[in-house]
């Protein structure tokens, strides 16, 4: 089954396109490919919002130093090199020739420039300064050599990079969020420009024809943004676009018989987990969780590592995959699928198994199981409504007799941060390193070392927090990826949080054309060819 | 008459007033902007700053009185989303939805005001009982359901319409329509239509009752005793009568088209306003949300005094300074 | 389908005996034929949604009678275990939609009917009360109404639900908030009318107690129009229920209303598992429709103004 969907899908069943003449690609439709995405793109700024879909268009005009391929792995950008040099110095160095779309050469006062602007852009509600941070001296050693030195070392640097895409000096110097939006600086070095640009609605670009990578298959790409994805999925059958993402699973049955379509898929970096209330000691009562009468319990079974694996026992992962997932997701143990920076080999999905399940409930002292409350989002991640009910059916199975109730994300996300709940559903989409999901969601909650910002269980392991602390520090790359691998094993065995599933991103897309489709979910243009006749 | 107008204006400014402080509070209640909005990524240290840049760590009254202070000079914040103003946000969508809910308005009484005109001269027809039972399907199918059938019947199975989106516009104004253009059209067709279809019903109803009523009314009976033609009995005695609770409900849903446009909007992927709130409710964009809010309730009490007005002139037996 | 509506005004052979109100008006409910297998129908769904957890197969709310392995089966399917037949197929967490369609109408029923009785007779106390007393008591109150309606519903619901969480008690005080508005505007603006006609002004030189007026005399002549909007409005507040659960927002997932039913399936219809919408979709058109023809029939029977 993993193997199934471990490697990345290209789409290339086109090869009996042929027999669509109707279908057939014609020189016209070549031209312009219309694209219609789930999530709306709120702003042109590649450096205002911290979001994916504003990151996926930043990616079709912009470029980064490092840019990360379809599997997640780092690959050169803008740079064509990079080494620390020191304990706390990396140099890069940049491609040659490169230009804007207005001509202008980019050099290495343009990523300096970049660097600068990442924490001053204005009412910025999630910006990228985390990345510029632990940058203490920028050094321009030539026009295609920059040196970054850090307060301290920062094997991560690379991966930062793979976050920031880089302006022109000259055209961005005091430009506006709403210079970008209206398109009059939305100007980069990357494969496409854009030619119009209407708010929360469609995006209009043209090929970028002096693109250093190869000037995409593509003349104009028209992006539109249909958020109901029954309309997506319509929008594509009645032929008004020829590429769709975010491809609903309810649809997926029907969409695989269809002649007209072809799809595209790639096992994901965003886990489907349960948190679990960490925050409430041993002996005091969990918000959600009573005894079978109702009465508190005057202690709170989450705390029990027993209890922990039980819980994670009862849930049959594959059934969820297969039934509410239909097969668009890989039962998981941990936060990175295989095959990517942070994986650990050794550490499986949980095994189903209710009877196991039960005996460690009764070693643990529940031998008639409690009442608890499963809370999750029902708008916010693929099926999030329907896996939560799953679960709570299985848990009541084993004797924890579950309630569920799910709340829209708006409602939910504040509750989860406050910690009010005993056990919730919610995803993570990592970066393709263990440190990522180990800092944010692991690690000990400090505010002063930036720890555990989305750790709203409030799971606190004092040997995963010093291996992390130790691999953040660490240049040599296979003792980080050591220390990286011993922590996540360490909380996985502690079953800090318990994880589902790992997400398939799926997209569709008219019969004759093919996708390369990315771990990162980003849908972007230039990973969309015509399909070989 | 200008009293009247003067008190009914300060009465708007307090309602708007009133709904600026539920609306904060209310957005306040659901939860927490930041915490949406702020990329997972984003350290404790990250959060502190966004939470500064929304200006969201001052108290909720001084956020409120900074929000009232900026509204008197007309301007009703930036968006957290977009960081463009918010108004300037709902300007852009508004012509969208406007010629949505005009659109379903003008096919409501287009539609529903000949059909119920006939259902309640001839109520014993057979064609009068199929409009009635029409009437009660109309009221009786939820929204999105027909959006959903709509879109199934006509753009995927049969592929004359397409399915989703604004198409074509034409700039006047500096505002972008799409009733001009045929292209336009074809995608307003759909979803003015799902929006209309409850106001169909709801115009076929108000005409019947109106009519059936009117009919046995002595001035009727006086009118076509003295002989005047049916034509120019049902058309100038009958059809004044009735105007007055469709002229009232058309007027009244006319708001509410607009403001509950959302769910047409959000099937049909119609880039409106009610689009852009409930993206805003989502992501408690509060200044869009308020923004919003305030431009429906300014509408809602033109619409209101408009349809007051309108009454007076109707019915001379409600007098607007009786109010007072 | 065919709709009859009763013809008032060719006047029924006069009936031999004493003609009490109540009497005349059972006699002529009972006239239309359509009316009255309407109110049959009705009756039955009634009846069906109160007995359901006596009849139904299945508890579809109970999590522990549930098992995702029996999702999206087919109607006339057969469970994992042979203990039941889904007669009308089952949705994506293995809920038998027959049981699911037949609590689904409770919920719906509740919500619709509770939420509309309760906000008629607030909005049309307060309506009946602005149209008497007038001047500022008037002014207040129809502000407050301008206020309310001037709140898109779907807003109102989300604040709402927001400050009080999901939940079926939530949806029927969100409705009520979002509906009484139009039961006072509806009552006022034909209490105006009727107040200022000759009948008052009699009743009030006979000097009547208000009360008496109000109750006996204004209040009838402005039911009609309360029965058209009620009837209005209890078919949009079941409406409303099923979109604010298709926005995500209404009764809690576990619980599904009919509408909260037809917007699970309607993920589905593309894919060919149309029952899972259909069948809900079917039982909340019923209901409704036979709402409306009863209620189309009473205004037509209650209107003083059609009588002769």
Known sequence: ?533 | MSVYLLRRLIQAALVMLAMSVIVFIGVYAIGDPVEILISPDADQAERVRAIAALGLDKPLWEQYFSFLGNALRGDLGRSFVFNEPALQLIAQRAPATLELAFGATFLAVLVGLPLGLYAGLRPNGVGAKTIMAGSILGFSLPTFWVGLMLIMVFAVQLGWLPSTGRGETVEILGMRWSFLTRDGLAHMAMPALNLALFKISLVIRLTRAGVRETMLMDFVKFARAKGLSPRRVIGVHVFKNILIPVVTVVGLELGSTIAFSVVTESVFAWPGMGKLIIDSINVLDRPVIVAYLMSIVLMFIIINLVVDLLYSVLDPRVRLESKG | MSITTADTTSAPAKAPRVETPLRRFVSEFAESKMALGALIVFLAIVLIAIFAPLIAPQNPYDLAQLDIMDGRLEPGSQSADGSITYWLGTDDQGRDMLSGIMYGLRISLMVGAGSAIVAALVGASLGMLAAYAGGRTDTIIMRLVDLQLSFPTILSALMILAFLGKGIMNVVIALIVVEWAYYARTVRGTALVERRREYVEAAQCLALPTRRIIFRHLLPNCMPPLIVVGTIQIARAIALEATLSFLGLGVPITEPSLGLLIANGYEYMLSGKYWISFYPGIALLVTIVSINLVGDHLRDVLNPRLRK
Do not use: C
């Not at chain 1, 014609?26 to 042109?44: D, E, H, I, K, Y």
């Not at chain 1, 939305?186 to 670009?205: C, D, K, L, Q, Y």
């Not at chain 1, 319990?297 to 039934?323: H, T």
């Not at chain 1, 392991?461 to 050591?482: G, Q, Y």
């Open chain 1, 1 to 533: 089954m993993r193997k199934l969907l471990l490697a990345a899908t290209v789409a290339v069943s086109a090869l009996s396109g042929a027999e669509l003449p109707g279908q057939a690609l014609s020189g016209a439709q070549a031209q312009t490919l219309t694209m219609a995405v789930g999530a709306p793109v709120t702003s042109l700024d590649p450096h205002y919002h911290q979001l994916s879909p504003n990151n996926a268009v930043a990616d079709m005009i912009f470029d980064k130093l490092v840019n990360t391929d379809a599997q997640a792995r780092r690959v050169p950008g803008l740079a064509t090199e990079w080494r620390a040099t020191g304990p706390t110095t990396w140099e890069f160095k940049l491609r040659p020739g490169v230009k804007f779309h207005n001509g202008n050469p980019f050099t290495a006062e343009d990523v300096a420039f970049t660097l600068g602007r990442l924490p001053n852009v204005p009412n910025a509600p999630s910006s990228f300064a985390v990345y510029a941070r632990p940058i203490q001296r920028i050094e321009i050693v030539d026009p295609l050599t920059i040196r970054f030195h850090t307060t301290a070392p920062h094997p991560l640097l690379p991966l930062d990079m793979t976050n920031v895409r880089i302006l022109d000096k000259e055209t961005h110097e005091g430009a506006a969020t709403e210079d970008f939006n209206s398109g009059k600086t939305a100007i980069g070095t990357g494969p496409w420009r854009v030619v119009s640009h209407r708010n929360g609605e469609r995006i209009e670009f043209a090929r970028h024809d002096a693109y250093w990578g190869g000037a995409p298959a593509f003349q104009r790409v028209n992006y539109r943004m249909i958020t109901n994805d029954a309309a997506r999925t319509a929008a594509l059958l009645a032929g008004d676009v020829d590429f769709i993402d975010q491809v609903p699973t309810t649809d997926l049955a029907k969409l695989r018989q269809d002649q007209r379509v072809t799809l595209s898929e790639v096992v994901g970096l965003r886990l489907i987990f349960l948190g679990l209330d960490h925050l409430r000691g041993p002996n005091e009562n969990s918000p959600f969780i009573t005894d079978n009468d109702g009465k508190p319990l005057g202690r709170n079974p989450l705390r029990d590592v027993r209890v922990r694996r039980a819980l994670s026992m009862a849930i049959d992962r594959q059934a969820i995959v297969e039934r509410v997932m239909e097969g668009a997701a890989t039962p998981a143990g941990q936060f990175l699928p295989p095959g990517v920076p942070g994986h650990v080999p050794d550490v499986q999905p949980t095994r189903y198994d209710p009877e196991g399940a039960k005996r460690l409930l009764a070693e643990a002292g529940y031998p008639n199981g409690f009442r608890m409350q499963l809370n999750g989002p029902n708008d916010r991640y693929i099926n999030d409504g329907r896996i939560i009910q799953a679960i709570g059916q299985m848990w009541t199975r084993v004797g924890v007799r579950a309630a569920v109730e799910g709340q829209t994300w708006a409602v939910f996300v504040g509750r989860a941060a406050r910690s009010e709940f005993s056990a919730h559903l919610i995803g993570w989409g990592s970066n393709p390193d263990g440190s990522h999901p180990l800092r944010n969601i692991l690690a000990t909650v400090s505010a002063e070392k930036g720890w555990g910002a989305s750790n709203r269980g409030r799971y606190s392991n004092p040997e995963v927090d010093r291996l992390l602390e130790a691999s953040l520090t660490e240049l040599d790359e296979e003792k980080r990826e050591k220390l990286v691998l011993d922590a996540q094993r360490i909380a996985a065995e502690d079953v800090g949080v318990i994880p589902i599933h790992i997400q398939t991103n799926i997209w569709a897309m008219r019969r004759g054309l093919m996708h390369e489709a990315r771990a990162d979910e980003a849908t972007r243009a230039q990973d969309v060819r015509p399909a070989p006749q």
